[in-house]
Structures are given as structure tokens and as C-alpha cells.
């Protein structure tokens, strides 16, 4: 499909995308979508930034008057540091994925925690906080879901992590009732669950598969992969298999997007089943 951009004029607003890399990002086609679907005089720009050149960087973005960026690797915990305002929700994380420009001073915040959670309240609208989740890994993206299940409710937040340490030092940060679990006993911590999400790049094109029997895993339990390359990961895959919901990581990215457009151009953009093909796409 084809959605055609408006040109731009002297008083266009720009945004973008700092990270190292960034080539192969989405999120320029994404908020180039809602560009054109809105017809806004407005661009998206994918902006290759190096670690060494991150301050100067930020600076010049400033300077030049956009209206902010989104943030990737590897720059996501750095840039906290250069920011004159860090929201809570972005404090508790500890990164930040969009950074709001104005009057010259860098606003950060973080809505990775807010894209998991919208997704997976369109994806699993039966789901709810009143059982205990399981949550894979301890990196950023861990760090966001963690801190979206606790805020929803959940009773008990099961987290395990090939390394320990890095698991213990997440709940000693961010608190409320996290149980740290051996990775050994990921298949057993499944038992009377009613999440389970994987935020490990297990799984992930080029990366080794994510070994879980799913056997203890209830039957009503919501699966979500934040994964998404593939798209139907072998978790999603032997999910769906034994009747569970499947949550692929296409959605939070979408969501997570929202409020970013929103803040940036004014509308709050709909997520849709024509946009997440447009996305997928490569043409
Ligand atoms: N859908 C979305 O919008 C979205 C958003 C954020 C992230 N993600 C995806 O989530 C995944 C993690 O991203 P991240 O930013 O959190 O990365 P990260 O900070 O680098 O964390 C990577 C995680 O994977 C674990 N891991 C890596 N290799 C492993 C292995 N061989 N065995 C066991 N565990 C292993 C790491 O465990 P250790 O601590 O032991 O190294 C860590 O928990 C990626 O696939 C990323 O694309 C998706």
C-alpha cells in the first residue's frame, strides 16, 4: 500500500530518531504513516548519533527547534543525565525512549511501560491484574514491563533472568512484590500464572530460540513476546498451539509510538490492522 506525504513548508515540524544504530529502525515509517494519514506538515527523520557525539547532538537538535526525538540504543540510560526534567515513569525505568523539546530545555520521559500495557489490553481485552505474572530478562525492555504490571495491579511479579543479579538489582529499584527466580526453574515458575511475558532477545531472528515448556502454564494465561522479528515467535507459536492468548511485540511498538505523535504533531494516532502491515512491510 502506498500513503503519500504532503510537501513540507517553512513552519514544518520535525522530529526523529537518535540512536547508533538506526538504520534499521521502523518508527520512520511508522510516524511517517500518521503523516501522511493526517496530513500533517511535519517530518520523521532517522538521525545516526554516536555515543561520543551525544551531548553536542542533543544541543544542535535543540538549537535547530525540533520538537523532540525518541531515543534507542544505545543512548536510552545516557541521555538521562543531559535531560533538565525526567519524569517519574522514566526515573523508575531508568531510561527514557522520547525526549520532548521546549524553550530549549530537554524533557524526558519513557512509554515503553505504556505500550505494553495499551497493547495488551487490545490484544487480551479478558485479561486482568488478579493473578501473579512471569517476566523474562532484566534489560530495559524488562525494566518497562515490569514497572506497567505493577502499576496495573498484579499480586506478584515472578522475575527471572539468565543473570541473577541483574534481576535482583531490577526489584531492588523499582520494589513492590517482585519474587526473583532461578532461570533454571523458568518452567515450574509458570505454575498459577496469568501472564507470561518474554523481554529476553531469545527468539529473536539470529539469536538463540528461548527453550519454556509451557506444560505448567494455565490454560487462561495471556502469552506476550516483545519479540517481534519474527512476528510469531516459537513462543507465540506453542501459545496459541494450547489455546492461550498471543501478544506479539508489534503492538507495543505501535502503542508505545502514540503519545510520542501525539506530543510531537497533536493527534493521538489509531493503531490499526492496514498501519502494523504497512510497517511490516519493506516496499
Ligand atoms: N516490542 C517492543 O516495543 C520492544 C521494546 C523493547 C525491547 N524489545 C525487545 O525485547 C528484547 C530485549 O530488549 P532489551 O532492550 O531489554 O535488551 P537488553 O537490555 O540488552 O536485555 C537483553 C535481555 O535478554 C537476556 N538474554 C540475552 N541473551 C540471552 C541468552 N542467551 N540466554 C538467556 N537470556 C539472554 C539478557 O539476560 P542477561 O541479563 O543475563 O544478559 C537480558 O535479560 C529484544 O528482542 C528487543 O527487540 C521490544
Same mark, same amino acid.
Given at each position: 500500500?502506498?500513503?503519500?506525504?504532503? /510537501?513540507?513548508?517553512?513552519?514544518?515540524?520535525?522530529?526523529?530518531?537518535?540512536?547508533?544504530? +538506526?538504520?534499521h529502525s521502523r518508527s520512520p515509517r511508522l510516524h511517517g504513516y500518521w503523516l501522511a494519514e493526517h496530513g500533517i506538515d511535519g517530518?520523521?527523520?532517522?538521525?545516526?548519533?554516536?555515543?561520543?557525539?551525544?551531548?553536542?547532538?542533543?544541543? @544542535?537538535?535543540? %538549537?535547530?527547534?525540533?520538537?523532540?526525538?525518541?531515543? *534507542?540504543?544505545?543512548?536510552?540510560?545516557?541521555?538521562?543525565?543531559?535531560?533538565?526534567?525526567?519524569?517519574?515513569? %522514566?526515573?523508575?525505568? @531508568?531510561?527514557?525512549?522520547?525526549?520532548?523539546?521546549?524553550?530549549?530545555?530537554?524533557?524526558?520521559?519513557?512509554?515503553?511501560?505504556?505500550?505494553?500495557?495499551?497493547?495488551?489490553?487490545?490484544?487480551?481485552? %479478558?485479561?486482568?491484574?488478579?493473578? /501473579?505474572?512471569?517476566?523474562?530478562? %532484566?534489560?530495559? @525492555?524488562?525494566?518497562?514491563?515490569?514497572?506497567?504490571?505493577?502499576?496495573?495491579? +498484579?499480586?506478584?511479579? &515472578?522475575?527471572?533472568?539468565?543473570?541473577?543479579? &541483574?534481576?535482583?538489582?531490577?526489584?531492588?529499584?523499582?520494589?513492590?512484590?517482585?519474587?526473583? +527466580?532461578?532461570?533454571?526453574?523458568?518452567? *515450574?515458575?509458570?505454575?498459577?500464572?496469568?501472564?507470561?511475558?518474554?523481554?529476553?532477545?531469545?527468539?529473536?531472528?539470529?539469536?538463540?530460540?528461548?527453550?519454556?515448556?509451557?506444560?505448567?502454564? /494455565?490454560?487462561?494465561?495471556?502469552?506476550?513476546?516483545?519479540?517481534?522479528?519474527?512476528?510469531? *515467535?516459537?513462543?507465540?507459536?506453542?501459545?496459541?498451539?494450547? @489455546?492461550?492468548?498471543? +501478544?506479539?511485540?508489534?503492538?507495543?511498538?505501535?502503542?508505545?509510538?502514540?503519545?510520542?505523535?501525539?506530543?510531537?504533531?497533536?493527534?493521538?494516532?489509531?493503531? *490499526?490492522?492496514?498501519?502494523?502491515?504497512?510497517?511490516?512491510?519493506?516496499?
Open positions: 500500500m502506498t500513503v503519500s506525504a504532503r /510537501p513540507l513548508t517553512g513552519k514544518a515540524r520535525v522530529a526523529g530518531l537518535i540512536g547508533w544504530p +538506526v538504520s517530518a520523521y527523520v532517522p538521525l545516526p548519533v554516536q555515543p561520543e557525539n551525544l551531548e553536542r547532538a542533543l544541543r @544542535g537538535l535543540t %538549537a535547530a527547534g525540533l520538537a523532540g526525538v525518541n531515543v *534507542t540504543i544505545p543512548h536510552k540510560q545516557s541521555v538521562l543525565a543531559l535531560c533538565d526534567k525526567v519524569d517519574d515513569v %522514566a526515573r523508575r525505568i @531508568g531510561a527514557a525512549n522520547v525526549l520532548i523539546f521546549e524553550d530549549g530545555r530537554i524533557g524526558a520521559t519513557n512509554t515503553d511501560s505504556y505500550g505494553f500495557m495499551e497493547n495488551l489490553k487490545a490484544a487480551a481485552p %479478558a485479561w486482568s491484574a488478579t493473578a /501473579p505474572a512471569v517476566l523474562l530478562g %532484566a534489560g530495559g @525492555g524488562a525494566r518497562a514491563v515490569a514497572v506497567g504490571l505493577l502499576d496495573a495491579g +498484579v499480586p506478584e511479579l &515472578r522475575l527471572i533472568n539468565r543473570s541473577r543479579a &541483574r534481576a535482583e538489582q531490577l526489584a531492588a529499584d523499582i520494589g513492590g512484590p517482585i519474587t526473583v +527466580v532461578a532461570w533454571e526453574e523458568r518452567s *515450574t515458575a509458570l505454575a498459577g500464572a496469568g501472564l507470561l511475558a518474554n523481554s529476553t532477545s531469545l527468539g529473536m531472528s539470529g539469536q538463540p530460540p528461548l527453550e519454556l515448556p509451557l506444560d505448567d502454564l /494455565p490454560g487462561t494465561a495471556v502469552v506476550c513476546d516483545l519479540v517481534y522479528s519474527p512476528l510469531e *515467535t516459537a513462543l507465540l507459536k506453542a501459545a496459541r498451539a494450547r @489455546g492461550a492468548v498471543g +501478544v506479539d511485540g508489534l503492538g507495543m511498538l505501535l502503542h508505545q509510538a502514540r503519545p510520542c505523535f501525539a506530543v510531537w504533531f497533536g493527534p493521538d494516532p489509531a493503531v *490499526t490492522d492496514t498501519l502494523r502491515r504497512f510497517v511490516l512491510a519493506d516496499d
